[in-house]
DNA sequence: TTCATTACTTACCAAAAGGTTGGTACTTGC
DNA sequence: GCAAGTACCAACCTTTTGGTAAGTAATGAA
């Protein structure tokens, strides 16, 4: 269905909702959802393995910062993407994974990926 | 060629490159490429309406400023996504559209799309 | 002569993103 | 008593990003 521009009558603009916040384009609601400079590396992460603790997600996503790590798992749990277990045990332990939404995005991810797979450097053989 | 030293026998890993810039990881080349608030939208015109000029696209891309605009475009434009047509008239007269790696791009923002469509917000019927 | 048009460019500024360092709480092992 | 291990927080700082406002070149129209 082709919406045309000002709807003349009572048809109204879609919204979308992700987590608190609202957009009237599907494509700035993805783009906000993957945007920071590790979100589609955690993702990707917890895509193959299902639940990791926060240590362990800071060795597989390499080069990112603890900060950055738990500002984006935090976003990403905002937006309801990813799921975050508490273990009431000393030491901490705490286990992140994908939500519905947020394994619904694999395939999108795996494009993603595969776009990039596309860009790869012919070597020469010696 | 600079091989570090993971690579323990004949192994080597991939690089992938986009325009001048390499990187280790598809997905990372793929954040990169599509790192900047309009590019998106940008990519998205560019697939709706094959070639328009930059005074068309200001107003497509709705909130872009003419810097942004253009920075985005030359980015595009150096990573091989976007095409450049100059045409030499008064008053200045520029085409821009998307490469063959532009366009194979839009199975994947398609995609994001589509994702972002399904957190469609239920609207209460009054 | 001055204006309008188009596709930019430049300078400047504010805000956001991200990096670094150091700290906390709690318990087990030495 | 002290260090180790875990999952964070808070301060501080630099870099990057994006926005605004103004100017430029070339030509034809008024």
């Known amino acids: 269905m082709i919406k045309t521009k000002k ?3 009572n048809e109204r603009s879609a919204v979308y909702n992700l987590g608190s916040r609202t ?3 599907p494509i700035e609601l993805t783009s906000t959802a993957i945007n920071g400079k590790w979100k ?4 990707y992460r917890l895509s193959l393995q299902h639940k ?8 597989e996503v ?4 603890e900060k950055m790590l738990i500002q984006h798992l935090k976003e990403m749990e905002k937006d309801g ?3 975050r277990i508490v273990y009431p045990v ?12 947020g394994r619904s995005f694999i395939p999108v991810l795996d494009m993603m990926r595969n776009w ?3 860009f790869i450097a012919v070597e020469a053989t010696t």
Chains 1, 2 share one sequence.
């Open 52 to 59: 990791l603790r926060f240590s362990q997600l800071k060795k």
């Open 23 to 25: 957009f009237d384009c």
């Open 40 to 43: 589609l590396l955690i993702i």
């Open 81 to 83: 993407l990813v799921d």
């Open 116 to 118: 990039g797979l596309s």
């Open 62 to 65: 390499k080069g990112v910062s």
């Open 7 to 9: 709807e003349k009558n």
């Open 90 to 101: 000393v030491p901490p332990k705490v286990e992140y994974g994908l939500t519905e939404a």
